[in-house]
């Protein structure tokens, strides 16, 4: 026990007497002071050795700091603990693995490198919030600056710098919203799973998003990252140390989801209880699957392309960078290959809780559930032969835009069988008006105008107009944060019984319903307007002619500051002291509602058997 | 029961009109009043298609729209306990089979039509273009014409009317987006490459040329203004500026 259990950094002390030595007392705080530590050494030592003469010097430096900071962070929280216990011949034994699974250890797991699938679900929705505030703060400082013409609030190079990390944290955010939490905390058990398949790489999957936020945060201490967040090159080449510190975050944010991925489709192709059949699988259980398929294809790309970008910075290649033989459009090639799936990654999971919402809400089956998986699945495969339509108007190879123009309006297929299986369920059901079903319905009429205006940016005529204008991102803020956010919120209002025993405060979940909605509508229907006037993206300042619509878009934002607030306002004070709700208050079939609330270590005493899909409301009951 | 079931229908056919209608009234609106002056054919397409694309989507919208103004007004639940059972329709295979035929037909012609547009443009070039060369670099615009052998630079840009003209774009360092909102064309300005846009100012009159690219600390201002001019005016305006060989 004892020996399997020192990490690396306490080898050369003697374990302490009792409870397994000082891995047993890691935790995120150690964890920090590691990275912190490592990075200085890294740091002091980059900084002595390198050639400060060279031009790469800082890009080196930079670069050998951030991955001490990340090494520092996974020995001091004890994330590498069992690969080197493995390494030196000792592997954990059962005592060592409930340890690890946070038995009997109270809220202080929560801080820990913790196996537990709950323990990691719960640690992705405080990730989430984490994320989400960030970026909200930026997006207000962005909206403050933008409320008259002019600079008034922040200077342009700092502007430039919010707008980039604003859209990085929100991506972030949004691709862990749904599927962090929920594919952590409800999907194993749907399946009638003790745990997911690789519990130790879960808890990693986690702990190395940690270390990259941390990293993407500091870049707005040194320098940030002007450059706009899909950092084009060869712009890139301009921005100083921020962006090594953006890049090296990227390298270990892919591994986080390409470890998750890997995870959720193992768990869901091995771990399924007896008679768990693939068509008596949750819908939510399918679209996390699809979209973590999907995630193991697009992010490599996101891998790649940063690696090439760290070579260009350090070693001066130039893979982007014209005057030294490399092109621009490469980096966006990579960079889109990787965007466009990318984008369907953070949809799959929200659309497929909000099937699983509005059949329980609406007491009646999925309508159409293989149409729906089959819409999924269509979706995820035509969403990698899509990537071009970004780049209408770049220039690279116009011949191409035609076959891309009909590759991208095919989606809208697909996309349209998501509210036919949506609209289907819900027609002529008994519909249970609690908060998930409020905020399913915001989805419903908010994806319909994110949906249709990105019919209008396919159509390659009209991009030309319409590119790098504020119509674009009002069109991918109607989908980002209109459906997106909106089906997250439903799902943690739908899932957050499960976790805490307690209802999210209805009354108040409702205010902040209205507020964001409301909020939305106002922000964006104006950004559409700035867009169609003819205001660039990304711009600091503007001309008179968008005077009114830019107001509007920011009295807008507020709002959804507001309902934001006021929903983290009610997350925090339900938590302990919300309305007690039950092992199933929303009297649903599917398994993670037939287990005790909270459930206990490994979910279940005698694993279930599956006679029937979870969506027989109305019909004989089977399945209890 | 038969009344019960006609009631949330004709709710749901009086919204799914009401909301048509609307999203009609808007596809005409919104394009023609917001949108930037027309000055090219180009231009003229993009509107035509942002009005016929809104039209062909206002039902399907309003359909999705309607379903759910009918299910806030007929089918929710309106005691304090659990709902009972709705009814267990797991499949319709006619309503599925017809929204999928529906969808594929309005994504064909939107093919069909964008298609059809696309290639239009491409093939419309005539055997007299004006050429000009549009540079970007950090943070201007610079226009070069050539007159009878002679180079004429100037930073803004002055179009003859009705003659087709061939834009060749290009950057000295980073990457711009060339682009002018009155006549529909935009193209990238790539450091190292020269890449090619074509549109005929039909309009005589002032219009903008903005960067759509994020180009750094002063993308903001990478603006400037130009003009279509009658050919008489423009062959003028060409012979009085100054010119290098």
Redesign the interface.
């Known amino acids: 026990m004892t020996t399997t259990m020192t990490s690396p950094m306490s080898s050369s002390h003697a374990p302490a007497s009792t409870g397994g030595g000082l891995a047993r007392k890691q935790n995120f705080l150690t964890g920090v002071l590691g990275g912190v530590l490592f990075a200085f050494i890294a740091w002091a030592l980059s900084h002595h050795f390198l050639d400060n003469s060279s031009r790469t010097y800082s890009d080196l430096v930079a670069v050998f700091t951030g991955i001490g900071w990340m090494f520092g962070f996974w020995l001091g929280i004890g994330a590498l603990n069992a690969p080197f216990a493995w390494l030196i011949g000792s592997d954990q034994n059962r005592a060592d693995q409930l340890y690890y699974a946070g038995e009997n250890q109270g809220k202080v797991r929560y801080w820990k490198y913790c196996t537990d699938h709950k323990v990691v679900g719960v640690q992705y929705i405080i990730m989430t919030m984490v994320l989400l505030g960030a970026g909200g703060i930026l997006a207000m400082a962005i909206r403050t600056e933008l409320i008259v013409p002019g600079n008034h609030f922040v200077n ?2 700092v502007y ?1 710098g919010f707008v980039a990390m604003h859209g990085m944290l929100m991506i972030l955010a949004l691709i862990v919203a749904v599927a962090g939490p929920w594919a952590n905390f409800v999907l194993p058990i749907m399946c009638g799973a003790r745990d997911m398949a690789f519990p130790r790489l879960n808890a990693l999957s986690l702990w190395t998003l940690v270390s990259a936020a941390a990293l993407l945060l500091t870049t707005l201490a040194v320098g940030s990252l ?3 967040w899909v950092v ?1 090159a ?2 890139t ?2 921005a100083g140390v921020g962006m090594d510190f953006f890049a090296m975050a990227i390298l270990v944010f892919t591994v986080s989801t390409t470890v998750a991925g890997v995870n959720t489709i193992c768990t869901v192709m091995t771990m399924r209880t007896k008679g768990m059949t693939l068509n008596r699988l949750p819908i939510f259980v399918w679209g996390s699957m699809i979209a973590a398929a999907l995630g193991l294809y697009a992010f490599p790309y996101f891998f790649l392309v940063e690696t090439l970008q760290i070579l260009d910075r350090t070693e001066s290649t130039s893979f982007f960078v ?2 030294g033989g490399g ?3 490469l980096q966006a090639n990579l960079f889109w290959l990787m965007g466009h799936p990318e984008v369907y990654v953070i949809l799959l999971p929200a659309i497929a809780a909000l099937f699983e919402i509005a059949s329980v809400m ?8 293989r ?1 729906a998986i089959a819409g999924m699945a269509a979706l995820a495969g035509l969403s990698i032969l899509v990537w071009a339509h970004h780049m209408f ?3 690279w190879a116009p011949t191409l ?2 076959p891309f ?2 590759t991208t ?2 989606i ?2 697909p996309t ?2 998501f ?2 299986v949506l ?2 369920t ?8 609690k908060l998930p079903t409020v905020w399913l ?1 915001g989805f ?2 908010n994806f ?1 105008i994110g949906g ?1 205006t990105g ?2 940016l396919s ?4 991009d ?2 319409l ?3 504020m119509f674009v991102t009002a069109h991918f803020h109607y989908v980002f944060v209109g459906s997106v956010l909106f089906g997250a919120i439903a799902a943690l209002a739908f899932w957050y019984p499960k976790v805490t025993g307690r209802f999210l405060d209805e009354k108040v979940g409702r205010i902040s319903f209205w507020l964001t909605f409301i909020g939305v509508q106002v922000t964006f229907l104006s950004m559409f ?1 700035s867009g ?3 205001m ?8 008179f002619l968008f005077e009114h619509t830019n107001f509007l878009t920011t009295v807008g934002a507020y709002t959804i500051m507001a309902g934001m607030l006021t929903l983290l306002g009610a997350v925090i004070t339900s938590w302990n002291k919300g309305v007690p709700s039950g092992p199933n208050p929303w ?1 649903a079939n599917s398994l993670e509602w037939m287990v005790p609330t909270p459930p206990p270590l490994e979910n279940f005493d005698v694993l279930p058997v599956i006679t029937s899909d979870p ?5 004989e009951k089977v399945n209890s | 029961m038969a009344n019960n079931n006609k009631k ?1 229908l004709r709710s749901f056919y009086f919204w799914w009109f009401a909301i048509t209608v609307l999203l009609v009234v808007i596809a005409f609106f ?2 023609l009043h ?3 002056r027309v000055m090219s054919p ?2 003229h ?2 509107v035509v ?2 009005i016929l ?2 039209v062909l ?1 206002a039902p ?2 309003a359909g ?2 309607a ?2 103004m009918m ?2 007004r007929h ?3 309106k005691g304090n306990d ?11 295979s006619v ?2 089979v017809t ?2 035929g529906v ?2 037909l ?2 064909v012609v ?2 069909v039509w ?2 059809g ?3 239009a ?1 491409d093939g419309g070039a005539t055997s007299n273009p004006l050429v000009v060369k549009v540079t970007g670099q950090q943070w201007v615009w610079s226009f070069a014409y050539e007159n009878n052998g002679k180079l004429v630079e100037s930073n803004t840009l002055v179009l003859p009317e009705n003659r087709e003209v061939v834009f060749d ?1 290009t950057s000295e ?3 711009h ?1 060339f ?1 002018i ?1 009155q006549m ?5 300005a ?4 020269i ?3 074509h549109t005929t100012p039909n309009k005589l009159g002032a219009f ?1 040329v ?12 990478m ?1 400037t203004t130009g003009e279509v001019k009658t050919p008489q005016a423009f062959n003028n305006w060409l012979a009085a500026q100054p010119s290098r060989s």
Not at chain 2, 184 to 188: E, F, K, L, M, T
Not at chain 2, 190 to 193: I, L
Request: hydrophobic share 40%; glycine share 10%.
């Open positions: 342009q190079q430039n002007p450059v706009g084009l060869p712009i080449d301009q014209a005057s092109q621009g459009w609406s007491r009646k089956p999925v309508f159409s559930y149409t108007t770049t220039g835009g035609g123009m009909v309006e095919l809208s297929i349209g069988v509210f036919l609209v289907g819900l027609w002529r059901g008994n519909i249970w008006m319905f419903i009429a319909i249709i019919i209008y159509d390659i005529p009209i030309n107009e590119h790098g204008t307007i169609l006037k003819g660039p993206r990304r711009y600091s300042s503007y001309s009297h969506y027989n409301y109305g019909e | 949330p919104a394009p917001w949108m930037p180009q231009e397409m993009t298609t942002m694309f809104t989507a399907v919208a999705v729209y379903v759910v299910t806030l089918h929710t639940y659990v709902p009972p059972a709705g009814p267990a329709v797991r499949e319709n309503l599925t929204w999928l969808s594929v309005l994504t939107l093919l964008g298609l547009v696309l290639a443009d774009v360092d980073v990457t987006g682009w909102p529909g064309v935009q193209v990238d790539n450091d190292g490459e890449t090619t846009i903008d903005r960067c759509t690219q994020f180009c750094g600390l002063n993308h903001a201002f603006v």
